[in-house]
Nanobody, 124 residues
Framework: VQLQASGGGLVQTGGSLRLSCAVS????????MAWFRQAPGKEREFVSA????????HYADSVKGRFTMSRDDAQKAVFLQMSSVKGEDTAVYYC??????????????????WGQGTLVTVSS
């Protein structure tokens, strides 16, 4: 399984940005997927996750109500719509897949496959 994150860039405070994560695999299956982020000098943290069916999502408190995660299995992709962004959202964002799990998990150790990361910079 290979994951390719994209869509990062420079955005002003209060603005919006949409991240994408393309999934490629010999045999595609709808895995539990998540976004994590790592800000400069900080540890990687959970942002959001989506169930394999797409009918359930979970968000970190810091982004709840501002970010929306979705998936399109026909496109083999997951997305993170970021709105009302703040300076503290500046980070490298990583998408991840958890093929061993059937329910949403927020622990990074549960995710076996990771994308390369895409940088989001929020300017004031």
């Amino acid at each position: 399984v290979q994951l390719q994150a994209s869509g990062g860039g420079l955005v002003q405070t209060g603005g919006s940005l949409r991240l994408s994560c393309a999934v490629s695999a010999r045999t595609f299956r709808p895995y539990i997927m998540a976004w994590f982020r790592q800000a400069p000098g900080k540890e990687r943290e959970f942002v959001s996750a989506i169930s394999s069916s797409g009918d359930s999502t979970h968000y970190a408190d810091s982004v709840k109500g501002r970010f929306t995660m979705s998936r399109d299995d026909a496109q083999k992709a997951v997305f993170l719509q970021m709105s009302s962004v703040k300076g503290e959202d500046t980070a490298v964002y990583y998408c991840a897949a958890a093929p061993r799990y059937r329910t949403i998990t927020t622990a990074s150790k549960s995710y076996d496959f990771w994308g390369q990361g895409t940088l989001v910079t929020v300017s004031s």
